[in-house]
């Protein structure tokens, strides 16, 4: 039973320009997170969704920053006009039933950075 | 907001002695706790997850105690070992979880 597969594992891309993660939650699991952790700091929760739903984004930034969990495929996470700033390790989980009551579990992450 | 503090930070030990791992946090109102392990440069690996009606959960070496009153978990490793050099992280989940910065476990052989 593979576990959460995110990728690309590592992206170089040079300010300005759009960075697309990727995120196949685990099988059987609805629900996805988006976590990121930038150097020598905690991870910060950014967004939940479900199938077609987002649910939780209180902690995305407010402009920029967008995710989408289709009904088919991975759930995505767009940075667009990326900056410096933006160069951190973006963490996805899934989990099967709803963060309130499952365990969650993640994928080994994809780290930005931006020159 | 969910604050979450684990002391120490960092913590180096000898082969074979027990560590304890402390994770306060400051709001009562949590569905579960998880403990995770993070390699450098990898994920977080769920070592274990109690629910708020639970008051400890064991695995092989591993025991994590919940006291909600207190605002407490703590992680326990019994008999140490080299592989068990890692960052441990305590995350609370009041309905999102909220991470504590983590301790750096160093096991020296």
């Known amino acids: 039973n593979a576990g959460v597969m995110q990728n690309p594992r590592h992206l170089v891309r040079r300010r300005g320009q759009e960075a697309r993660l990727r995120c196949s939650p685990m099988?059987?699991?609805?629900?996805v997170y988006w976590y990121r952790q930038l150097p020598e700091e905690g991870l910060k929760f950014m967004v939940y969704?479900?199938?077609?739903?987002?649910?939780?984004e209180s902690g995305m930034p407010k402009e920029r920053f967008s995710a989408e969990f289709p009904k088919e495929g991975p759930s995505i996470l767009r940075i667009q006009q990326v900056v410096r700033g933006d160069s951190a390790a973006y963490f996805c989980?899934?989990?099967?039933?709803?963060?309130?009551?499952?365990?969650?579990?993640f994928g080994e992450g994809s780290r930005l950075t931006v020159l | 907001k969910q604050e979450v503090t684990q002391i120490p930070a960092a913590l180096s030990v000898p082969e074979g002695e027990n560590l304890v791992l402390n994770c306060s946090f400051t709001?009562?109102?949590?569905?579960?706790l998880q403990w995770f392990r993070q390699d450098p440069g990898k994920g977080l690996t769920s070592l274990l997850l109690?629910?708020?009606?639970?008051r400890e959960q064991t695995s092989g070496r591993l025991n994590a105690s919940l006291d909600k009153s207190s605002g407490r978990s703590t992680l326990y490793i019994a008999a140490s070992q080299p592989g068990d050099s890692a960052t441990y992280l305590c995350a609370f989940n009041d309905y999102k979880l909220s991470f504590g910065a983590g301790t750096t476990v160093t096991v020296r052989a």
């Open positions: 969704l479900q199938k077609e739903n987002i649910i939780d």
């Open positions: 989980a899934s989990s099967q039933t709803g963060a309130n009551t499952g365990e969650l579990f």
């Open positions: 109690i629910q708020s009606s639970q």
């Open positions: 099988k059987g699991h609805s629900h």
């Open positions: 709001d009562s109102a949590i569905y579960n």
